[in-house]
């Protein structure tokens, strides 16, 4: 279906018969034909030859025929190729045969874990969980539509020193005041409270610090309380994720407590495998070109000083549990930038003790911040990190008031559904369609703009071509073959044929904006079509064509958007 591999299939025999060796036709779209290849010229120098006998020459031993109307060279030595009329047409009827849109299922599916959202327990979720969140879940319908078994896994901080005096907190206050409140989900008032005793009584210091070893221990009475944290916590967890649409349950929580029984096993291969130096009473690796301003080797601390654990050491634990355990090839960490060296070193440590060899490999997917409208990281009136909850409540209202604004026919219900859908779909929009290393600003006015490239625009642009589909009376379209009868549908069906590249491309590089970049253009194309060429008012097979490239385009523009989990309403 990828118009560009095939005329690169076609010339590249040519090319290289030319060359008398491999050549690489190096073909791209055009505004002077449809597509154009530059081999030509990298070619003159190394032949000796002027690029334009050289681009003459493989004319004349390419087959084109039945796939283009026209091959000429133009310029210095440029091949121009338009494509055929009924070959382009061709392609967009097998498209609209095809339940998968040309996107084929992976030639080799693989096991890829995606490590994503990864909140703290007895920590409200804010802002700043949103890129890992939303990123993530992303990458997760996407690989897994294409067929790779996904396993999500939501790194919680559920583990750790902390816990001494949160525990001790849930004590003072009683089980049972201590779970209404944590039920409330008001998880950074338990914090807070339990922060503001630990700084400020010595006592409670101590009680907390004996109630750490407490857990660390196994105490059954303290684990059973630990046990209540995490459970209030991740069911709030839960209805977040809920109120975002996004696909983690309760199956994918994968705390770092569940790493614990792990740790030791760890140190003593590290230890085994001759990767430890002590550092300052510390146990440590030194990975490799791992290095600090001042050229000296950086450590990465698996074992502290105390005799307790380091992050690191969790991270090396869950890189050998999910290629030993899982036999993941692909690990995926949806981490922000600034955590990429300790990515980096604990990489190249999993490489060293030979639990991370190809084929696995790791990523480091890292994201930018969101920033306010004074470019700097938003924060809350009060100073503090926005509540992700605060955040999606008021998109869902704007939404419903705009949609309230624009369709007052609508019932409070589906009015209701309908802001939602557009509200969560506008968040999650802006935050994939910039470039994920980014930083970015949110701004409500354009995210829920129905013009540009938003979230809505893209809604409207299918919720209008399913409005189609009801004037017309039809549920689905007729079964009819696609015929091209002026550039506005050309330009469309270019569109169309170009999604499986687009999928597959983002599959490697998990880079969304492109995603989001060729749904825009999708519709935008629709839109130029919708203008120029009538659908309904058309005459037969006129009418019936453009009824199945509207339908295509539908269908691409809900599973693009699905993959980047946006609900697609009928009417808006």
Not at 70 to 80: C, D, K, L, Q
Not at 401 to 424: F, H, K, Q, S, Y
């Amino acid at each position: 279906m990828d118009l560009e591999k095939l005329l690169t299939d076609r010339l590249a025999p040519a090319f290289s018969a030319v060359a008398g060796g491999p050549v690489d036709p190096v073909v791209r779209r055009s505004q002077r034909a449809d597509f154009q290849s530059d081999a030509a010229l990298a070619l003159a120098r190394r032949l000796g030859r002027p690029p334009r006998a050289i681009a003459e020459e493989v004319l004349t031993r390419a087959e084109l025929d039945e796939l283009c109307s026209s091959a000429e060279v133009s310029g210095p030595g440029f091949i121009n190729l338009t494509v055929a009329d009924r070959t382009l047409g061709g392609l967009v009827s097998a498209l609209a045969a095809d339940p998968r849109l040309g996107v084929p299922v992976s030639a080799e599916p693989e096991t890829v874990v995606v490590d994503y959202s990864a909140p703290n327990v007895a920590k409200e979720m804010h802002v700043g969980h949103l890129r890992s969140t939303v990123i993530g879940d992303a990458v997760a319908r996407l690989l897994e539509w294409r067929g790779h078994r996904v396993v999500r896994a939501n790194h919680l901080g559920d583990w750790g020193t902390p816990f001494g005096m949160l525990i001790e907190h849930l004590v003072d206050l009683g089980e049972a005041e201590a779970t209404q409140e944590l039920s409330m989900g008001d998880l950074d008032s338990f914090y807070k409270a339990a922060r503001a005793k630990f700084d400020a009584d010595e006592a409670f210091r101590e009680r907390a610090r004996l109630r750490v070893v407490a857990l660390q221990g196994g105490d059954e009475r303290t684990r059973r309380l630990w046990r209540l944290l995490v459970e209030q916590s991740e069911r709030y967890f839960l209805t977040v994720y809920d109120l975002l649409d996004v696909t983690l349950t309760e199956r994918d929580f994968r705390g770092e407590s569940s790493y614990n029984d792990l740790l030791g096993p760890v140190v003593d291969d590290l230890d085994r495998l001759g990767l430890l130096r002590e550092s300052e009473g510390a146990a440590c690796v030194f990975p490799p070109g791992s290095v600090g301003r001042d050229g000296e080797p950086l450590p990465l601390i698996v074992r502290k000083s105390d005799g307790g654990y380091g992050y690191p050491a969790t991270d090396l634990a869950a890189v050998r549990h999910r290629t030993g355990t899982l036999d993941a090839t692909r690990l995926l960490y949806l981490v922000g930038l600034p955590q990429q060296r300790h990515f980096q070193m604990v990489y190249a440590a999993a490489a060293q003790a030979g639990w991370l060899v190809p084929p696995a490999r790791a990523e480091h997917v890292g994201f930018g911040s969101i920033l306010g409208p004074d470019g700097r990281m938003l924060r809350s009136r009060t100073g503090e990190s926005v509540k992700l909850v605060r955040l999606l409540e008021e998109a869902v209202a704007r939404a419903t008031a705009l949609t309230r604004e624009r369709n007052p026919e609508l019932t409070d219900a589906e009015a209701a559904e309908v802001g939602r859908a557009v509200g969560i779909g506008a968040v999650k929009y802006a935050d994939l369609s910039n470039d994920r290393h980014r930083d970015y600003v949110l701004d409500w006015e354009r995210m829920l703009s129905l013009d540009g490239n938003t979230a809505p625009y893209l809604q409207y642009a299918y919720s209008r071509i399913r409005s189609i589909f009801r004037r017309a009376g039809l549920t689905s379209p007729p079964a009819a073959a696609v015929s091209l009868t002026g550039p506005a549908e050309r330009a469309l069906a270019f569109e169309l044929v170009g999604f499986a590249a687009v999928v597959t491309g983002v599959e490697r590089s998990l880079e969304f904006h492109h995603l989001t970049g060729y749904l825009h253009r999708l519709a935008t194309a629709f839109s130029a079509f919708y203008e120029r060429c009538p659908v309904l008012r058309a005459d037969e097979p006129v009418r019936d064509s453009r009824l199945v490239l509207a339908d295509l385009t539908a269908r691409v523009l809900r599973q693009g958007l699905h993959l980047l989990g946006i609900r697609t309403p009928e009417r808006l």
